[in-house]
């Protein structure tokens, strides 16, 4: 499974930005998708995820402004209004049952105040 992120980039705070995730390759059978973040100096951490059905997780440090929705094998990130806090790298992941979790290359997003 190979996983293509876009949509990162400079941001000012306040404003909205939607990253995309598509996978390719042998992707029959992802049941979840969804979106981590490493900000600089700290751990990775869950960001929100979706699976085939439609549950959504979201992580610890979700603060409502995150949006996550799918398409197939195609999953997106709405965070609205940004901060600067969300600064980080963003990844997505998708899982596979009995085969594991499967990473993309990461996209950075920089929010500036």
């Known amino acids: 499974v190979q996983l293509q992120a876009s949509g990162g980039g400079l941001v000012h705070a306040g404003e909205s930005l939607r990253l995309s995730c598509a996978a390719s390759?042998?992707?029959?059978?992802?049941?979840?998708m969804g979106w981590y973040r490493q900000a600089p100096g700290k751990q990775r951490e869950l960001v929100v995820t979706m699976t085939r059905d439609g549950r959504i997780n979201y992580g610890d440090s979700a603060e409502g402004r995150e949006t996550i929705s799918r398409d197939k094998n195609t999953v997106y990130l709405q965070i609205n209004p940004l901060k600067p806090e969300d600064t980080a790298v963003y990844y997505c992941?998708?899982?596979?049952?009995?085969?594991?979790?499967?990473w993309g290359q990461g996209t950075q997003v920089t929010v500036s105040s």
């Open positions: 992941t998708a899982e596979i049952p009995y085969k594991g979790n499967f």
């Open positions: 390759g042998v992707i029959f059978g992802i049941d979840v």
